[in-house]
Each structure stands twice: as C-alpha cells, then as structure tokens.
C-alpha cells in the first residue's frame, strides 16, 4: 500500500511495468467517462417510452452531464492538488459508479437528471485527476509524452465508441445497461488504484478559496450553454445574454485569481514557459475535433441515409487512425523534429481534413471517413503535444489545476466551434434552400426530411434532394471557414512554441 502522501521520484527516473500498469487502469474511467459524453444517442428513444419525460426534461437528460462537467473541472483540479489526487480520483469513482447504478434503475426522468448530474461531478474529478497522475508518474520527459499521447487518444476515441456502444447495449439489453457498464472499470479503479497509484498533493496549498468556486461556475455554464444552444436554435438573444453574463463572471472570476491570497488558478501558472501558447491552441484543437462532428453525424445518416447503429459504427472507423497519432508525434519530437513544428503540422493536417471535407458530394462516404480520419488525428497529435508541454511547464504540485486548464479549454473550444461553424453551415443552408420550400423544411435538414415524407411523389423527393444538397453545401462553407482557422493556428503554433523546444 502506498503511503499517503508520496513524493513522484527524481526528474531523471523512469517508470517501470508498476506505473504502465497503473496507467491501464487510469484509461478505463477516462474511456467512459469521456464515453459518457455521447452514450444516450441511442438510449433516448427507450428512455423517453419508459419515462416518458418532457421535451425540457429530455434535454436535461442530455445536457445536464456536460454542463456539471465543465462547471466543475477548475475545482476538481484544485482540490486534487490540495487534498490529494489519488483520493479524490478514488473518492468521484465512488461517486460515478453509485451514480451509474442509479441511473440504470431510474424509475423517474427527475431520478435520472439527478443521476446524469451526479456522474458529471464524478467526471469533473476523474478527468483532470488522471492527467495530474500521469504528469506524477511519469517524470521521464520522453515516458511522460508517451503517456500523454496514449491518454488523448483514449478521451477522443471515447466520444466515438459511446454512441456505438449505446447502440449494441440498447439493442440487445435494455436503455439501464449505457450505464452499468461503467461498474466493472471503476471497481477494477477502487480495488487496483490504492496499490497501483501513488499519493501526491501540494505540499503547502493554503486555504481554499470558497468563493472562486461558484465564480468559476457562473463564468464557465452560461458561455457552454449558449454556444451550445446557438447552432440549433440560432442568434437568439436569450443564447448571446447568456454568453455575455458568462464572459462578465469570467472577468470577475480572473480578478479574484490575482487578488485572492491563495487561487483557486494560480496566475504563476500563465508565467510559466509555454503554458500559455498551450492551453489556448489546445483550446483551438478543439475547436477543430468538435467541429466537424456537428456536420459529419447528420451527414452519415440524413444525407446518406443511413441508419442510427450503421451511422454509429461507420462513424467508429475513423478512430482506428486515433491510437496511432499520440505516441508516433511524441516519437516524432524523441527523434528530434523541433514541436513548434510537429504542433504547426497537427494544425495542418487537421486542416487537410477539412478541406476534403469541402470536396464531398452528396453520396461521398469513403471521403468523408477519410476525411475524418485525417482530422481526427490531426487533432490528437497537436492535443498530445500541447498537454505534454503545459504539464511539463506547470510545478508537479500544481498538475491539477494545469490539466483543468486544459480540459476547461477543451470543452470551451467544442462549443464555440459548434456555435460558429454551425451558424455558418446553417447560413448557407438557409441560403441555398428554395424560398418556395416550407418554412419547417428551410430550417434544419431533419425538418426538411420529414416534410418530404408528407409530400406526394416527385415532390417529397426534389424537396429532400434540394435539402441533402443545400446541406452539403452548408458543410462545404463551414469546412472552408475551419481550414482558415486551422491553416492560423498552425502559423500561430510555429511562432508561438518555437522557443520551447
């Protein structure tokens, strides 16, 4: 048993089968927690006959698990740091896995919006926690990029397998077993981490400090929630007031950073070398993997017509590319390549991926795998990287709140992606329509679907002709505008990293 309070070995010592063994286990809740993100794409319809909730209810049931996450990720990295991540990574397994069996037998919608809740704080604590671990494990520069790489393809591949795993669970169980399944990885947690993982705290943490907690809340949930809701719903003024209110608490929130005696976020964090240029182009690769997921699902299955579980494990294959990309760009940097310019190239791959995004037809599903494919590893080649330097620039003792850092970036890049590229695409969507459409078919594609079911014959089949077509093009913008992005963010990466080695 480890004691409770161990010290990481010198810089210079490398991890044994001890630590890679521990990391295995550390993998296991961040698949499902990251999983959790997407697992009831497929679980709704028989939630929704069992419980029958209301349409507000069902979109708590969906959200509320994201929005407690990235609430809370800021304060879950500080409180690791200051009363130990091992203990708080044993104690929101706890929490998760209680909150997975309730969910599972949920007899009410408010039962299971409570639960969805509850697993959102234990992923809040399991995230950053993980990674704080491995930056304490793994003091070797060249084991440590290793790790990282394989612990960023683990969380990206994670939002790929839920939905498909929703899918085979639904199918052959029952809408309780999306969530029982996270019981077995977080036992294995409870049982193996007390032995496996070591200790580690911040040795002189001072107080904490209370009130930046529902500052950061208030400062992170109304941007989340309105960036979210905008690409749906459009620029509704109840969406930019909650993102402007979010931004006012955001200040608020920095203010009390660089005047509380003891932060929740340390300022000295921003100070150090690289950390900076490394949450904010982390916050950029976001927006990148996000993005493309918001045209890419509707594609597969609206344009090309496939079903729920066939779009699901389709959208599955490009994730085989994911697992490679981490640990072949932090062998890139042992060999040498300078990772300004291994981050330049994730940007520009991702970029790539984007532009064969804008070459797709309407019956384009090879190209568009590959396409994704190439972004997603993009993706998590820079994201490796980019988690690796800023760990690696943060003291040990503050891990916690470096990784949240991250992580908080993470979730704020995937929203404002699918705030922006998603209005652009809708734009243009709206655009292309014809202006004798019905006004149901010339707001979403799915509207437009349905409507072309009602209409007789020739009629139904030009409307969802013209409507596949118009969101085609729609993609076609949006991928446009993300390659402008990505192609900035590759130049900004070289600039900004070329002193960090």
Not at 103 to 131: C, H, K, N
Not at 195 to 213: H, K, T, Y
Request: net charge neutral.
């Amino acid at each position: 048993m480890t004691n409770s309070t161990t010290h990481p070995p010198g810089p210079t010592a490398r991890a044994g089968r001890r630590e890679w063994t521990a990391l295995a286990v550390l993998m296991l809740p961040l698949l499902l927690v990251s999983m959790d993100v997407s697992v009831l794409y497929f679980a709704i319809p028989a939630i929704s006959a069992d419980l029958a909730p209301t349409g507000t209810q069902q979109l708590w049931i969906f959200d509320v698990y994201g929005f407690v996450l990235a609430g809370l990720l800021m304060t879950m990295g500080s409180l690791g740091d200051r009363f130990g991540r091992r203990r708080l990574l044993l104690t929101g397994a706890a929490a998760f896995g209680a909150a997975s069996v309730l969910a599972a037998y949920a007899q009410s919608a408010e039962t299971l919006i409570a639960a969805r809740a509850v697993l959102g704080l234990g992923g809040a604590t399991l995230m950053p926690t993980t990674m704080a671990l491995v930056r304490t494990m793994f003091t070797d520069p060249a084991q440590r990029a290793k790790a990282i790489g394989l612990w960023s393809g683990v969380m990206t591949a994670g939002i790929a397998l839920g939905s498909v795993m929703s899918g085979v669970l639904v199918e052959r169980f029952w809408w309780g077993s999306v969530f029982l399944v996270n019981l077995p990885a977080m036992m294995l947690l409870l049982l193996l981490g007390p032995v496996l993982l070591p200790e580690s705290r911040d040795p002189a943490p001072g107080r904490f400090d209370v009130l930046s907690v529902p500052l950061s809340l208030a400062a992170v949930l109304p941007v989340v929630y309105g960036l979210k809701e905008i690409p749906s719903e459009g620029w509704n003024v109840r969406y930019v007031l909650a993102v402007t209110l979010g931004l006012l608490f955001a200040a608020l929130f920095v203010h009390r950073q660089r005047t509380a005696a003891h932060p929740l976020i340390p300022p000295d964090l921003f100070r150090a070398p690289g950390f900076t240029p490394a949450v904010v182009l982390n916050t950029v690769a976001a927006f990148g993997m996000m993005g493309s997921a918001y045209f890419t699902t509707q594609y597969i299955q609206s344009v090309l017509g496939k079903g729920p579980l066939e779009a699901a494990l389709w959208s599955l294959l490009p994730s085989v590319f994911i697992g490679f990309a981490g640990p072949f760009t932090a062998w890139l940097v042992q060999r040498g390549a300078a990772r300004a310019h291994v981050v330049a190239g994730g940007f520009a791959t991702t970029a790539s991926g984007y532009a064969l995004l804008s070459l797709t037809g309407t019956d384009s599903l090879w190209l568009l795998l590959t396409a994704c494919g190439v972004l997603a590893s993009g993706v998590v080649a820079v994201m490796s990287q980019l988690a690796d330097l800023a760990l690696s620039a943060a003291p040990v003792e503050k891990a916690g709140a470096a990784s949240s850092l991250l992580e908080t970036g993470t979730e704020f890049g995937g929203a404002l992606s699918m705030a922006f590229l998603g209005s652009v695409g809708t734009a243009v969507y709206r655009h292309e329509m014809p202006a004798a459409a019905p006004r149901t078919a010339r707001e979403t594609l799915g509207g437009a679907l349905a409507t072309a079911g009602d209409l007789p014959g020739r009629a139904g089949d030009a409307l969802a002709t013209a409507a596949r077509e118009a969101f085609t093009s729609g993609m076609h913008a949006a991928a446009v505008a993300g390659v402008v992005v990505l192609v900035g963010a590759a130049s900004l990466g070289a600039n900004a990293l070329r002193r960090t080695g």
